[in-house]
Each structure stands twice: as structure tokens, then as C-alpha cells.
């Protein structure tokens, strides 16, 4: 008995060193992870093992609270365990941090740790000893509190996910129903089509340096038709193809300045269905150059120049030879007008003109556009629109023969279907008001004017168009209602880049009704509901050599479009 009471002393100092020694790799590791730790609690800790003389009974207590301890440690480590699982699923990391292994020591309380980059710079975490189990546990709220943090996290890694390697990723699915229908008279045959359609477009964006940058969007669509990127629900069981969208390269040595070129969105694309198309674009470059105007605003002159064709003709044909039995494709640039014997030039659009914005407080906001268009041998595009000007005009550039034209028809001509416009040129002046009010939460209101003439024709020139709209959608719950009254006379602008649904089959020659709701059905969900009313304007007229597709005195037609929308 004497001898083991003379080791006792002995037995007592290397547990408490042994403690002290285990607790260092966990203060290493916390201090590591920006853990403040309470070491004055520490000190006072092990300062509670037993000293040479201690009794048996002291002993006995302080191993049963190492006891509690340790199992309040076991519990904490779970719920580490758990957490860490969580974020090494959303993302995991190229640089792990050092696991926290049980056996580092017995830790009586553990204050759930946060990345520096996710926690708020007041709310630093302890690591702490506690001679007392009921200050040790972690309350529930805390844990609470921890899971939300870590939510949080989780979200900002997911940002980060989208963004790998500097490449960013977006896009979106849309499911159509789309229905046309027109009852049939003296003037045109009926129109009958339902259907469904889908439209995949995946974007990848890339910044090459502080002032350049790439973008490049693929997606469905048809060869033929560049006024949509939907595919139907048809062709059996075969594959669909996936086209270049969009591609092209900007410059940009400050906020003020972009210099873009590739194929892109036409310079003053704004999506109001006036003058294009919203899922058309263009092959050339533009460029925008911004006056700030301090708080009340800002002033932007923009130019854009786009190539259309590349005809590679050298020399046309003879009159004697297109006459003949077998004439050669080319000819039909001379039924567009071009002379025999002469070299044919591309079609060009030259765009250019200023956008002054505005706000008036808070709620109000102002925009005011004015421009002016300018196209280069725009018959090219009758040639383009025909079955017969493809091969030389369409089939060269996408590499394949196509079905058929390329657009839609609606302008005048000199001749029925013939390949010369009506209107001698197309040199469009534009003007353009919209006002905005976003007072009412999540009820913003907004109203745009706009109004065109094509200063190359002497009849039939002019376009306008209203609409309203109220609300927005960006959550559950959110909903948007619209209306826009639209005229396009036959001669006001260029059919074949103009929106066709507000004129279904024909761009212009049209009087509209748009009515749109849309309903917020999850931040990545919308459906969306458009009826269009369209009526014809004018009838042919041969004594102004005035032709159009679709006449006025066709019955109404009407169209539908009920999609579901996602966003990624």
C-alpha cells in the first residue's frame, strides 16, 4: 500500500500533462481557422487535475466530469461532422482543413466555427473549457443559428460553382403552346396550326481581362427561319440541332465605353416587338459610348453596322443569257434589279443615334431615344425570302441547302411576289418615349411611345406603337399584366427582321392587339400567357405597283402562346 501511495503523486502529474499535451493540436487547428481561444480558462482547467497530495475522492470527481465532458464533445463533433458533410457536397475544396479527430484532446465547449468569409466580423467564436457540463452544452439556438450561416455559405458556393475556372453559366427552357387561327373568306384561306414547341438557350461568358471580354450562346432553332429559336414537337424521333446563337468579343476600357463585334443583338434591340424581332440577331459590331450625367442621368450614342450577305459575285450575266432556256442562279439578282453585267454588293444596315435617360426622385424614370437606319440593296432580302435566292444568297454561308426562304414576307412590291420593294429605299427615322414608375413595391408601372417613318417611300411609310404595362415577375406570387396596340404600314420598315407574332406570317401591312399576363410560379419559373389580334391594312393597289402577301379584308387572325418558362 505504501509503495502504490508513493506512485500516486506521480500517476496524477503525467495525466495532467498528458491533457495539457492533447489540448495543443486542437488550439493549433482553432487559431488556424480564426478561433479565438479562451486560454485563461484553459490554465485554470488544468490547474483542477490533481496535485501530489491529492485524496482519492478529488480524483474520482474530476474523472467524472472528464467523463461528462467527453461525451459533450462526442455530440458537438457530430454535428461538425454533419455540417462539414453538407458543404464538402456542395463544393468541395482543393485546400481541406485539418479534420478535428476525437482523440486531439477532451474539449468541454465548443462554439460552432464559420469561415472568416461567412461570418459577421462581431461575432467571433470561443473555444473555451468549462468546469461546469451545463455551461459546456451548445444551446439549440446556437446550432439554429450555425445552420443558417452555413445555408448561407452554401449559396455562396453555389455562385461560385457557376463561375468555374472565371467561365460563367446561364440559360434558360422554354415549353410553348403556340396556336394560330384564321377563318378563311375571298381574300385569304384559313390558318389552322397548334402546336408545341421548345426553346433551349445555354450562355457561357467569359472575362479575358479588365477590359475584354467573350460571350457565346448555343441553342435551338431552325436553319431557315431566323426569327425564332423554337422547335417543334414533330419531325418523329429525330434529332433537333443546336445552332451559334450568339458570338462575339467586346472591348470595353471603361463603364463608358463597349466596342463589340461578332453576332450579336442589334444595337437598339430593346424587345418591344416594334422594330425587331426579340430572337434576332446580326453578324457585324457596334459600338456605345456614355456621357454620365451625374444623379439625374445619362446620355449614350450608339452605332451599329451589320453585314447581311456576301453575294461573291463577280460579274452578272447577260440579258440574252438569263433569257435562255437554262439561265444561271445569279440571274435572279437581276430581277431584283441589279444590271446585267455588273458586280453585286452586300446588304448592310447602318444604324446610329442617342439614348438620353433620366430619373425625376426616386420613382420616376425617363428614356428617350431617337436614331436613325440606313439599309444598303435591300432586295437582297426578297432574295434571301425565296426558295429560288437561296442557293445564292442562304445556302453558303450555313454550309447546307435549306427548304426554303429565309424570313417573312408582308412589305409591298413592284410585282405579286416579285423580288424589288415597293418602297425605292429604306431610311428609317425612329423616336421612341418610355416612362417608368416604380412607387408601388411590387407593382411598377411603365408606359412606352414609339414612332417610325421610312423616308425612302412616298406612301405607306409610317409605323407606331403603345404599350403599358403593370407589375413584375421574380418570385412565387408576382404577376405582370401588359397591352401594346401596334400599326405597321407595308413600307414603314423591313418585314423580314421585324417580330412575327405580332404579325403572324406577315411583319407589316398590320394593325395588333397584344394582352400578356404572366405569373411568378418560383424564382426560376414563370408561365406566361400573349393573345395577339392582328388585321390587315392595305390591299394591293397596281396602279402604285403596290403588292402584298396578305391583303386588308382577311378575316382576323389570332394567336396564343401559353409557356412555362425556367431560368438557370
Known amino acids: 500500500m505504501s509503495t502504490n ?56 470527481a474530476l474523472q467524472e466530469r472528464i467523463t461528462q465532458q467527453q461525451t459533450q464533445i462526442d455530440q ?3 454535428i461538425v461532422g454533419q455540417l462539414k458533410q453538407r458543404l464538402d457536397g456542395a463544393t468541395p475544396s482543393s485546400n481541406p482543413s485539418p479534420a478535428l479527430l476525437p482523440s486531439v484532446g477532451t474539449v468541454a465547449s465548443v462554439t460552432p466555427v464559420i469561415p472568416a468569409t461567412a461570418r459577421s466580423p462581431e461575432a467571433t467564436p470561443v473555444v473555451a473549457l468549462s468546469g461546469s457540463p451545463a455551461s459546456a452544452a451548445a444551446s439549440q439556438e ?17 455562385s461560385v460553382s457557376k463561375n468555374l475556372g472565371g467561365f460563367k453559366l446561364s440559360g434558360d427552357l422554354r415549353f410553348r403552346w403556340d396556336g394560330a387561327f384564321r377563318s378563311g373568306n375571298s381574300v385569304a384561306g384559313p390558318l389552322q396550326n397548334a402546336r408545341e414547341r421548345y426553346r433551349i438557350r445555354v450562355n457561357l461568358d467569359k472575362p479575358l ?27 418523329a424521333d429525330t434529332r433537333g440541332p443546336f ?30 416587338r416594334f422594330f425587331f424581332d426579340d430572337d434576332i440577331r446580326f453578324n457585324g459590331a457596334h459600338e456605345i459610348a456614355k456621357v454620365s450625367l451625374g444623379k439625374s442621368g445619362s446620355l449614350e450614342f450608339r452605332a451599329g453596322q451589320y453585314i447581311f450577305t456576301n453575294p461573291n459575285v463577280q460579274i452578272l450575266p447577260s440579258a440574252a443569257a438569263c433569257a435562255g432556256a437554262n439561265p444561271p442562279a445569279t440571274c435572279i439578282f437581276e430581277q431584283a434589279g441589279f444590271a446585267p453585267g455588273t458586280s453585286v454588293r452586300d446588304s448592310n444596315l447602318f444604324h446610329e443615334g442617342l439614348v438620353l435617360s433620366g430619373k425625376s426622385g426616386d420613382n420616376w424614370g425617363h428614356r428617350v431615344t431617337v436614331d436613325f437606319q440606313s439599309y444598303r440593296n435591300p432586295n437582297e432580302f426578297l432574295i434571301a425570302l425565296a426558295a429560288s ?20 414576307g408582308g412589305n409591298g412590291t413592284t410585282t405579286k411576289g416579285g423580288f424589288i420593294y415597293t418602297a425605292p429605299d429604306f431610311h428609317v427615322g425612329h423616336l421612341q418615349y418610355r ?35 403593370i407589375g413584375q415577375v421574380k418570385k412565387f406570387g408576382d ?40 405569373l411568378g410560379l418560383a424564382k426560376f419559373l414563370q408561365w406566361q400567357n400573349i393573345l395577339f389580334i392582328q388585321d390587315e391594312l392595305s390591299p394591293n393597289d397596281p396602279a402604285r405597283n403596290f403588292f402584298v402577301p396578305l391583303q386588308r379584308g382577311a378575316n382576323t387572325s389570332y394567336r396564343i402562346h401559353s409557356q412555362f418558362v425556367f431560368s438557370f
Open 142 to 158: 446556437q446550432i439554429e443559428t450555425y445552420t443558417r450561416k452555413v445555408d448561407a455559405l452554401g449559396k455562396s458556393l453555389d
Open 243 to 272: 445552332f451559334i446563337l450568339e458570338s462575339y468579343a467586346d472591348y470595353h476600357p471603361n463603364k463608358n465605353i463597349n466596342i463589340r463585334a461578332g453576332r450579336m443583338e442589334e444595337v437598339f434591340a430593346d424587345n418591344s
Open 389 to 408: 435566292g437561296t442557293p445564292v444568297l442562304v445556302s453558303g454561308y450555313s454550309g447546307i441547302t435549306v427548304s426554303g426562304g429565309a424570313g417573312q
Open 76 to 78: 458537438l463533433l457530430g
Open 435 to 469: 416612362i417608368d414608375y416604380k412607387g408601388w413595391n411590387n407593382w411598377p408601372l411603365f408606359l412606352d411611345l414609339q414612332g417610325s417613318h421610312n423616308y425612302g417611300s412616298s406612301f405607306l411609310s409610317n409605323a407606331e406603337m403603345a404599350t403599358v404595362g
Open 479 to 518: 404577376a405582370r399584366l401588359m397591352y401594346g396596340y401596334f400599326i405597321k404600314d407595308a413600307n414603314s420598315m423591313i418585314s423580314e427582321v421585324t417580330d412575327d407574332d405580332i404579325g403572324t406570317g406577315v411583319g407589316t401591312n398590320i394593325r395588333a392587339h397584344m394582352i400578356r399576363f404572366d
Open 209 to 235: 481581362s479588365d477590359q475584354f471580354g467573350f460571350h457565346l450562346q448555343v441553342g435551338t432553332g431552325t436553319a431557315n427561319n431566323p426569327l425564332t429559336f423554337d422547335t417543334d414537337f414533330a419531325g
Open 5 to 60: 501511495g508513493k506512485k500516486r503523486p506521480a500517476v496524477k502529474m503525467l495525466l495532467a500533462v498528458f491533457t495539457m499535451a492533447a489540448l495543443a493540436p486542437a488550439i493549433l487547428v482553432a487559431e488556424e481557422k480564426g478561433v479565438t481561444v479562451d486560454k485563461t480558462r484553459l490554465e485554470n482547467a488544468a490547474a483542477t487535475y490533481p496535485q501530489p497530495g491529492a485524496s482519492e475522492t478529488q480524483i474520482k
